[in-house]
């Protein structure tokens, strides 16, 4: 992996992504970030990211992704995800609300059993979904959104 040149620094790559591509990107996200033409999307960010720093079509871009500190787009949708899961918290149950028995599950938003597939890929499904397969340590942080949203960031970019 190489650099176009040598004095254009990761930083200056990072600007020029997230000011032409990523507020494109971004646009709309939670409502076709789960549609079948996103792969298209991913396909696009990839090849953004080889052409910005000068490798090869065949390279791997998942170094390129973490030097740039940029995130893959399918992490961004779960990302958009979970911050909308924080800004409408009070839209949604908890478990503790539905059952006043003390399981391991009390503190997870309620999923309800649906059986229509667009719902299932609905944001809200999806949302409470995910939520729920955070660990505990990140939900405990759930009442402090700025917090929660900067630790949020770090698991993603961990994960």
């Not at 991913?42 to 940029?70: A, H, P, V, W, Y």
């Not at 719902?119 to 505990?136: A, D, E, T």
């Not at 917090?147 to 961990?158: C, E, P, S």
Request: proline share 4%; with cysteine.
């Amino acid at each position: 992996m190489r650099l176009i040149k040598p004095f254009v620094t990761i930083n200056t790559l990072s600007m020029i992504y997230y000011s032409y591509f990523h507020s494109v990107m971004t646009c709309g996200l939670l409502i076709w970030g789960n549609s079948p033409d996103s792969v298209k999307i991913f396909r696009l960010q990839k090849k953004i990211i080889r052409i910005m720093t000068g490798c090869r079509s065949t390279d791997s871009c998942r170094k390129l992704f973490i030097n740039l500190e940029i995130l893959h787009f399918p992490y961004q949708y779960v990302l958009y995800l979970l911050l909308f899961m924080i800004r409408n918290k009070n839209q949604f149950l908890v478990n503790s609300e539905i059952q006043h028995i003390d399981t391991r599950q009390h503190a997870n938003f309620h999923q309800p059993s649906v059986n229509m597939t667009k719902y299932q890929k609905g944001v809200c499904y999806l949302g409470v979904k995910v939520f729920n397969m955070l660990p505990s340590y990140i939900k405990t942080e759930f009442d402090y959104p700025k917090k929660l949203k900067v630790v949020l960031q770090k698991f993603v970019y961990k994960n």
